[in-house]
């Protein structure tokens, strides 16, 4: 999904321009203390082969050429569990605690704890501008659906990340958001979720296709009064077996 790619490649960006900062020892634009001359000198592209397919980065560079990407090496080609990773650190919700602990996992113990916190800040950075970017006016479809991620702070634990994905008038997909949950949602949150989606342009969505997530379809008339809300076939057809078990019990 193109949409998966292009969110692959601004967490990967955001991480290696968080390295290069913490290389560097200053934010872009600012001057160098201390008399030191390197400086940011521009940009590389590269593409890597993810589980999203290939995903062409960014990779910034120094006047030096001392810096060593840690995330995507040099000569490094072929990149997994970057899926997982990407919806690790882009749901809304998440602590710069949470990210920063997940980014000590994939980064590993070689990395002190105050690159990864200058990387985490860079990354947190990248992704509100992300979530927040302005959106097209008009969907045809959206699709809400859950996945569970792996979350780190201090331990690990499982936690729903629900993604809103859009059919553009064109017909591409696109990732609206991500918003991180307890399991525990109802009327009230996607109250909030759609009422952020449509606060950034999404005026209008003819139909929102989901799982039978409590609360939802009242939320979105709320927000869209003439949405059509679509339970995905999967799922329909599992809440009828289930129905059709329960009966049969019963008798």
């Known amino acids: 999904m193109a949409s998966c790619r292009q969110l692959t490649k601004r967490v990967l960006e955001s991480a290696l321009e968080g390295e290069l900062t913490d290389h560097l020892g200053h934010e872009p634009g600012e001057r160098a203390e201390g008399g030191r001359e390197n400086y940011r000198n521009g940009q590389r592209s590269k593409t890597v082969i993810t589980e ?15 810096f060593e990407p840690q995330l995507v090496k040099k000569r490094q080609r072929r990149l997994g569990g970057v899926d997982e990773m990407v919806l690790s650190l882009s749901a809304k919700g998440l ?14 113990a070689e990395i002190s704890k105050s690159t ?16 927040n970017r302005p959106l097209d006016s008009v969907y045809p479809v959206v699709f809400i ?18 993604m809103a ?50 609360g939802l379809p009242d939320a979105v008339n ?30």
Do not use: F
């Open 52 to 66: 999203s397919g290939p995903v062409e980065i960014s990779v910034p560079r120094d006047r030096a050429g001392s």
């Open 95 to 108: 602590t710069h605690g949470e990210i920063s602990a997940h980014l000590a996992e994939v980064y590993g």
């Open 116 to 131: 990864i916190s200058t990387i985490t800040d860079s990354v947190m950075a990248g992704m509100t501008e992300w979530q």
């Open 145 to 162: 659906d859950c996945v569970n991620v792996k979350v780190r702070d201090g331990q690990v634990a499982d936690r729903p990340v629900y």
């Open 165 to 214: 994905v859009a059919v553009t008038a064109e017909g591409h997909r696109d990732i609206l958001g991500l918003w991180i949950g307890d399991g525990g949602e109802g009327s009230k949150y996607w109250l909030q979720v759609l009422t952020e989606i449509k606060n950034r342009g999404a005026a209008d969505v003819l139909m929102l296709v989901c799982d039978g997530l409590t």
């Open 222 to 251: 709320t927000v869209w009064p003439a949405t059509i809300v679509q339970t995905c076939v999967v799922h329909r057809e599992a809440v009828k077996k289930q129905r059709v078990a329960s009966r049969r019990r019963t008798r």
